[in-house]
């Protein structure tokens, strides 16, 4: 089935570490987006990818950090300058040129940082 | 910029009744679109409905439907014979394809709990 899928969906990190999500999507989509969750604050975007080996900063993109180097693959790295990183994070993607730009999402990564 | 808000936190709704959720929006394009999706406990986000700003109808998806007020810039949704599985995160958001393939802005969300 043709789908996202974001691990690890569970981890920890110490202060001072970077660390890398995954996000992995067969649907044949040319965009892809980071979202962060924070209790009350909705979906703020990070990171969104159009096209291979090229993106863009959303809206929070301080201490984050992400690459495209193949059209299924998002990779987020959260690094040790993003000063408060513990929050759930969703991973999207959507055809370039839908129009109405349906997202479909991943399942999710929870990070906490110890 | 776009903004959308979302100005009930938390609400909940007997089951078999119906309930509403407001939305509002910023925009000075003519031509967008309008969505709710669902987050239930599982986290896994949902697409409950969308709109097209173009479209008079009021879009359907079985007991959901949304009121879409262009002018007053508003998108509510209606959940009728709310089932306890209605449980969940509702965040309304949107998309302007006019601006390139720019992302969806999303609200704050709505908590709602169908109570049994």
């Known amino acids: 089935d043709g789908g996202i899928t974001q691990s690890p969906k569970y981890l920890f990190r110490k202060e001072g570490q970077n660390v890398t999500l995954s996000c992995e999507q067969n649907l044949n989509h040319d965009a892809m987006y980071w979202y962060r969750q924070d209790p009350g604050q909705g979906l703020r975007l990070i990171y969104y990818s159009q096209i291979v080996n090229d993106f863009q900063k959303g809206d929070i993109a301080e201490g984050y950090s992400v690459s495209r180097e193949k059209k299924e693959s998002f990779p987020l790295t959260v690094t040790s300058a993003q000063k408060n990183p513990t929050a759930f994070y969703l991973c999207a993607s959507s055809p370039l040129f839908s129009g109405a730009n349906v997202l479909t999402f991943g399942a999710g990564s929870r990070l906490t940082v110890l | ?116």
Request: hydrophobic share 35%; proline share 4%; charged share 15%.
């Open chain 2, 1 to 116: 910029a776009q903004t959308v808000t979302q100005s009930q936190p938390e609400m909940s709704v007997q089951e078999a009744e119906t309930v509403t959720l407001s939305c509002t929006y910023d925009t000075s394009e003519n031509n967008y679109y309008l969505f709710w999706y669902k987050q239930p406990p599982s986290r896994q986000m949902i697409l409950v409905i969308r709109q097209e700003a173009y479209k008079q109808q009021n879009a359907t998806e079985n007991r959901f439907s949304v009121n879409f007020q262009k002018a007053a810039k508003s998108f509510s949704l209606k959940i009728s014979d709310s089932q306890l599985g209605d449980t969940a995160m509702y965040f309304c958001a949107f998309h302007s394809p006019g601006s390139g393939n720019t992302p969806l802005v999303f609200g704050k969300g709505t908590r709602l709990s169908v109570i049994a």
